[in-house]
Nanobody, 115 residues
């Protein structure tokens, strides 16, 4: 019932910046947390960042200092600001939402870091 859509991905050069956006829609009540994950070819899905309903955020050590997560209005929208991008950041980035009624995932948006 809940639909999650990511956007903003594409091709970017090493050292560049990119901002991803995630929007959830549908029958949503009481958002607990929204998260970003990524999955590179041949790799397992990796946690990147999360932001809770109270505004507390967490960022994985692998991207800390370069990536920032923020919640926009409405509260079902979240962004991921990525700076100083590296080749290893190339992956399919997924958005995840936990609500009072369950969990939902988006289809992912591709980020490719290449010169």
């Amino acid at each position: 019932q809940v639909h999650v859509v990511e956007s903003g991905g594409g091709l970017v050069q090493p050292g560049g910046s990119m901002t991803l956006s995630c929007t959830a829609s549908g029958n949503i009540f009481s958002v607990f947390v929204m998260r970003w994950y990524r999955q590179a070819p041949g790799k397992q899905r990796e946690f990147i960042a999360s932001i809770h309903s109270g505004g507390v955020s967490n960022v994985a050590e692998s991207v800390k200092g370069r990536f920032t997560i923020a919640r926009d209005s409405p509260e079902t929208t979240v962004t991921l600001q990525m700076n100083s991008l590296k080749f290893d950041d190339t992956a399919l980035y997924y958005c995840n939402i936990w609500t009072r009624d369950g969990e939902a995932w988006g289809q992912g948006t591709q980020v490719t870091v290449s010169s």
